[in-house]
């Protein structure tokens, strides 16, 4: 069975710091990882997402991911974050068809302006 | 493009009832997929469709809950009888994974209270 393992649960920072997160997960086969971000009062929505190729993707709102497959990584980061960015974090990972996609515990972001 | 429809957004039931809570994906969307969120912690998948049928639903305890799919587009999820651990918010989130992106779009949930 697969797991993900957030190591921060509560990440307070001010406007314009620099911001990373933490993801882990065990697997033992390919996978797809996932960023899924939950602003206040709003839906679950996809941020980025690794199947292949370039380890380092983009995603949405200048945040970025960087698989590295030998530490089983899947760390977001973004160099400047606002005030806007406060939400709930929360990483996942699935097969390689995309079936069984398991959530981290998540983080919360606070960003103090 | 209509999002992931779910009823209702609030429950509050006393534990021993039975409750069910409806989905209805964004059209076209051939896979479907519950999940359990409690409070503190990410989302757990229940139950995935994929049209009418069940791709996967070892996590789904099934001597109480029950999810159907029947004629392949909205769905029910059934809790019967409800224990008080059950309160969790019920997420319903579908894509389309023919199009090889197996990004989910997920419903605003339905937050159930057990007393």
């Known amino acids: 069975a697969q797991s993900v393992s957030q190591h921060n649960h509560h990440v307070i920072l001010s406007e314009a710091a620099s911001l990373e997160l933490g993801c882990n997960y065990s697997?033992?086969?390919?996978?797809?990882l996932f960023w899924y971000v939950q602003y206040p009062g709003q839906h679950l929505q996809l941020l980025l997402k690794?199947?292949?190729?370039?380890?380092l993707v983009k995603g949405i709102k200048g945040f970025e991911a960087e698989f590295i497959k030998s530490k089983f990584s899947f760390n977001l980061r973004k160099p400047s974050v606002q005030w806007s960015d406060t939400a709930e974090y929360f990483c996942?990972?699935?097969?390689?068809?995309?079936?069984?996609?398991?959530f981290g515990g998540g983080t919360r972001l606070m960003v103090k302006p | 493009e209509a999002g992931v429809a779910q009823s209702p957004r609030y429950k509050i039931i006393e534990k021993r009832q039975s409750v069910a809570f409806w989905c209805n994906p964004i059209?076209?969307?051939?896979?479907l997929y519950w999940y359990q969120q409690i409070l503190g912690q990410g989302p757990k998948l229940l139950i995935q469709?994929?049209?009418?049928?069940?791709?996967?639903d070892s996590q789904l305890p099934k001597d109480r809950f029950s999810a159907e799919r029947l004629k392949g587009v909205d769905s029910t999820l059934k809790i019967q009888p409800a224990k008080l651990e059950d309160s969790a918010v019920y997420l319903c989130?579908?894509?389309?994974?023919?199009?090889?992106?197996?990004?989910?779009?997920f419903g605003p949930g339905t937050r159930l209270t057990v007393t």
């Open positions: 989130a579908s894509s389309d994974v023919q199009t090889g992106s197996y990004e989910q779009y």
């Open positions: 697997y033992g086969g390919t996978v797809n």
């Open positions: 690794y199947f292949s190729g370039d380890p």
């Open positions: 996942a990972v699935s097969d390689n068809a995309g079936n069984m996609l398991t």
């Open positions: 059209s076209g969307h051939a896979t």
């Open positions: 469709f994929q049209n009418n049928g069940v791709v996967d």
